[in-house]
């Protein structure tokens, strides 16, 4: 019954922040993620693409698994964009599907210009 009283203008709304990485942390880690998933994916188109008879299924298989990554990561990437508290891992998903996407398109060159 006996407490101060209160400032009306502190309200403590803001949650802690504690075990929450730091944005530069955040972007380096989402890059490498991304960028090891990328790899790992072209690293085993490659190989599918090596079996295949004809360049016309090396084009339909680059195609489809870029679409089904590109897909997966806007849609991980554009929700956590949206929390400031998050933004850092969206920025690394888009520079490592950037690094990705020219990592991708110099090996897709190089499988078509030479096939196996």
């Not at 195609?63 to 956590?80: H, K, Q």
């Not at 888009?94 to 020219?102: A, F, P, Q, S, V």
């Amino acid at each position: 019954m006996n407490e101060p009283p209160r400032d009306p203008s502190f309200l403590s709304y803001a949650t802690p922040e504690r075990g929450r990485l730091p944005t530069g942390v955040q972007a380096f880690l989402g890059a490498v993620f991304t960028l090891v998933l990328i790899v790992g994916v072209v690293i085993v188109a490659g190989f599918l693409m090596a079996g295949a008879n004809g360049k016309g299924m090396v084009k339909v298989i680059l195609a489809v698994t870029g679409a089904i990554i590109l897909m997966i990561s806007l849609s991980i990437a554009i929700p956590l964009k949206q929390d400031p508290r998050r933004r850092g891992w969206a920025i690394g998903i888009y520079i490592g599907l950037g690094l990705g996407c020219l990592f991708w398109g110099y090996c897709g060159l190089l499988m078509l210009a030479n096939p196996i």
